[in-house]
């Protein structure tokens, strides 16, 4: 599983934010608290504060590393059962 951490002023210099009900930052704050609490050891945080094109090209490289280390496995079994 992957966490996007991102800092607050980063968010908030992005598209529109603050104009959706969740989108207030103690509210988020609190979210982001709450996802650290559940947090498991196979979660990977992912630096999510670089640009959008830095972010996809981290992120399909970790799928990639992901699915060569399971062979597909864990894909296999979300289609298949």
């Given at each position: 599983m992957f966490f996007l951490?991102?800092?607050e002023q980063e968010v908030k210099s992005r598209g529109d934010y603050g104009k959706e009900l969740y989108e207030k930052?103690?509210?988020q704050k609190l979210v982001k608290e709450k996802y650290f609490l559940l947090r498991e050891n196979n979660w990977t945080i992912v630096d999510a504060n670089d640009s959008v094109e830095n972010l996809n090209k981290k992120l399909v490289g970790l799928m990639?590393?992901?699915?060569?280390?399971?062979k597909g496995?864990?894909?296999k079994k979300l289609w298949l059962d």
């Amino acid at each position: 599983m992957f966490f996007l951490d991102i800092n607050e002023q980063e968010v908030k210099s992005r598209g529109d934010y603050g104009k959706e009900l969740y989108e207030k930052e103690e509210f988020q704050k609190l979210v982001k608290e709450k996802y650290f609490l559940l947090r498991e050891n196979n979660w990977t945080i992912v630096d999510a504060n670089d640009s959008v094109e830095n972010l996809n090209k981290k992120l399909v490289g970790l799928m990639d590393t992901f699915l060569k280390e399971k062979k597909g496995d864990i894909i296999k079994k979300l289609w298949l059962d």
